[in-house]
């Protein structure tokens, strides 16, 4: 969609919702007595309520992503962004999303959880998508269309022309996720916000910038869209810590350069021998920083890679993964012992 109309996208009770008004928001100016937020008036790095709408925060991811910060949200992690997305535009037992399978959990959990209606279609044996499945899928009430490029559990990039054939046809709604999009090597699709209205990016820092444990995710789309979710969100979603602490870590973009080098350089190596051992049937090409292998009886060596001290996921249950894990790409000697352990399974 070129253009959307947002007034007919929104569930009408966030339309006509007034918003909570903190304190911070009734008064944005600098004063010398602050008594409007019965925060307590002795001083510590702690005691007042933090910048709502992260201005500072934003502004400095703003420079590193090319993305003005008025199109700027962030969450307390990428799960907030997505839940705040079915809760601004999904009506609970009406409105339906579309799920390509397989990819990242916490859509359908979401979208469970909000009592929003789930209508998947499959991706195709190499984890692509299939543009016709997916048309065919999406009817009148389909609001949002989740696609996840590095994918989540496959680790490929979807085709951008298949994704842009998406973008122009659903008049939802498209949410990509760009988790992994550090190890891609490939332009984010924030460069086309201008173009597509309806396109929502999901970016974290919790994987290639290595600060999971902060929950900071940040969305990028159309200033509207970014309204809606301000005007939804909890009023001090991001704490003055994660908020210190990502202004910190964002000046050591040169380093966070450097550990997605090795982490590449590692995955393409390890990739190549894994596909030597006898155990292992298939790795699939990965843009992300883990790699899917098919093996025999997945079930068997999961259970001795634990035996071992090493855990991966098992994705064996999951559609179009049959006997697969899926492997983190570690340290060197992390890697290393992952590979001898493999090695040293026989007889399945
Ligand atoms: C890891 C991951 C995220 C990140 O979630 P956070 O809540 O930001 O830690 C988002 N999407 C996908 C597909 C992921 O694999």
């Not at 007034?7 to 009734?26: E, F, G, H, I, Q």
């Not at 949200?73 to 962004?81: K, R, T």
């Not at 990016?201 to 290595?210: D, E, M, N, P």
Request: hydrophobic share 40%; proline share 5%.
């Amino acid at each position: 969609m070129q253009n959307m109309n947002l007034d007919t996208l929104v569930r009408r009770n966030v339309r006509d919702l007034k918003p909570y008004s903190s304190a911070r928001d009734d008064f944005q100016g600098v004063a010398q007595v602050y008594l409007d937020a019965n925060e307590n008036p002795n001083p510590s790095a702690y005691n007042r309520y933090p910048d709502p709408l992260q201005r500072e925060l934003k502004k400095r991811i703003g420079l590193i992503k090319g993305v003005e910060p008025k199109n700027i949200f962030l969450g307390n992690g990428s799960d907030e962004p997505i839940d705040l997305l079915f809760r601004a535009f999904c009506e609970p037992g009406i409105d339906n999303v579309v799920i390509p399978q397989p990819t990242y959990g916490m859509y359908a959990v979401s979208a469970n959880i909000n009592n929003v209606k789930i209508k998947s279609s499959l991706l195709t044996e190499d984890f692509d998508l299939d543009v016709n499945a997916t048309i065919t899928t999406i009817d009148s009430n389909s609001k949002l269309l989740f696609l996840c490029s590095p994918n989540n559990p496959s680790g490929n990039l979807l085709s951008r022309q298949k994704v842009v054939d998406l973008l122009k046809v659903f008049s939802g709604l498209v949410i990509l996720d760009e988790a992994y999009i550090d190890f891609a090597g490939t332009e984010s699709y924030t460069t086309m916000l201008q173009e597509y209205q309806n396109l929502v990016v999901l970016q974290t820092l919790s994987k290639a910038w290595g600060l999971a444990a902060i929950r900071l995710g940040m969305c990028f789309a159309h200033e509207g869209v970014i309204d809606i979710l301000n005007k939804i969100k909890p009023p001090y979603n991001i704490s003055i810590l994660t908020q210190q602490v990502a202004l910190a870590q964002l000046d050591h973009e040169p380093r966070k350069n450097q550990w997605v080098t090795e982490i590449v350089r590692e995955r393409n190596q390890i990739s190549a021998a894994l596909a030597a051992l006898p155990v292992v049937l298939h790795v699939f090409p990965s843009d992300a920083n883990f790699l899917l292998v098919k093996v025999r009886n997945a079930k068997e060596v999961y259970q001795k890679l634990i035996r071992a001290g090493i855990v991966v996921r098992d994705r064996s249950s999951v559609i179009l993964c049959d006997d697969c894990l899926r492997i983190t790409i570690g340290t060197p000697e992390e890697n290393q012992k992952l590979l001898s352990a493999l090695n040293a399974i026989n007889g399945l």
